[in-house]
């Protein structure tokens, strides 16, 4: 096998036509279309960062406003337990209050009956005393006199200490 100049001239030759061709018409043209891939690419990756920025602060902000929320909450459970304990304090003291009362009530009232019993009880005692008189003397003194009488005896007895 011999070499072949003349091929080999030719084909170098054509080769650096090919070459100069290609750098004066479309190695410019590539290289600003590679550059200008690259660019793109590189913008691509620089929105991508900062959509990934956007949304880190996204999260973060609401990770913020959801701890706010929960604080929120905390502090609204617990003045709602306050106020309720508050209003239940203040209902035991009104049922205090108004069992007293009740209680006072309730002494007035027996004190009243008991003081009405009395004189009924009183009444009934001079009546009987007066029949009682009427039957022993027989005679019979006018009812006022009776009476006055009566009620002396029983404030003179009421008056002396109780014996035992």
Known sequence: MELQWKALLTQVVGFLIVMWLLRKYAWGK????TEKRRQHIASEFESIDRARADAEGLHRKYDEELAGIETTRRVRIEKAVHEAS????QLRDEARREAVAMRVKATR????????ANLVFRDHMVSSVIGATEKVIRQRLDDAQHRRLINEFLDEVASRPAER
């Open 86 to 89: 508050a209003v239940a304090s």
């Open 30 to 33: 590539l290289l600003a279309f």
């Open 109 to 116: 009232d027996i004190e009243l009956e008991m003081d009405k």
